[in-house]
């Protein structure tokens, strides 16, 4: 038994309001998206992983003793991280305006 394949054009006003697809109505908000190309996001969270490890810096020692210096090496590897992922939106919000696809 084959795989039935369906592809519905379905085609939308310039206006938001309601759209009609098949047997159902939808309400649609005029609303502008609030990131789109993921920058501030990804500032938002390099910044609280950073912030985070600077202020468990002066508990070294009480986090040594407790074993849990992982905490200071998991929020620095989530700043590193943060890094990349900031330099990949930069890079595809570059290529998005430069009219490029980009590449994952």
């Known amino acids: 038994m084959g795989l039935l ?3 519905a ?14 047997n159902r109505t939808y309400i649609v908000a005029n609303v502008e998206p609030l990131d789109v ?11 609280i ?8 810096l ?12 992982w905490w200071l090496w998991t929020c ?3 700043s590193g991280l943060g890094l990349f ?3 990949y939106c930069r890079r595809l919000k570059a290529a998005r305006s430069a009219g490029r696809p980009h590449r994952h």
């Open 9 to 22: 054009v379905v085609e939308l006003p310039s206006e938001p309001g309601q759209h009609e697809i098949g």
């Open 49 to 56: 992983w950073f912030l985070t490890f600077l202020a468990l």
């Open 37 to 47: 190309d993921g920058i501030r996001t990804v500032q938002v969270g390099l910044a």
């Open 85 to 87: 992922g900031l330099d």
């Open 5 to 7: 394949r369906y592809r």
């Open 58 to 69: 002066p508990f070294w020692g009480a986090l040594a003793d407790a074993d849990r210096t």
């Open 76 to 78: 620095l590897a989530g």
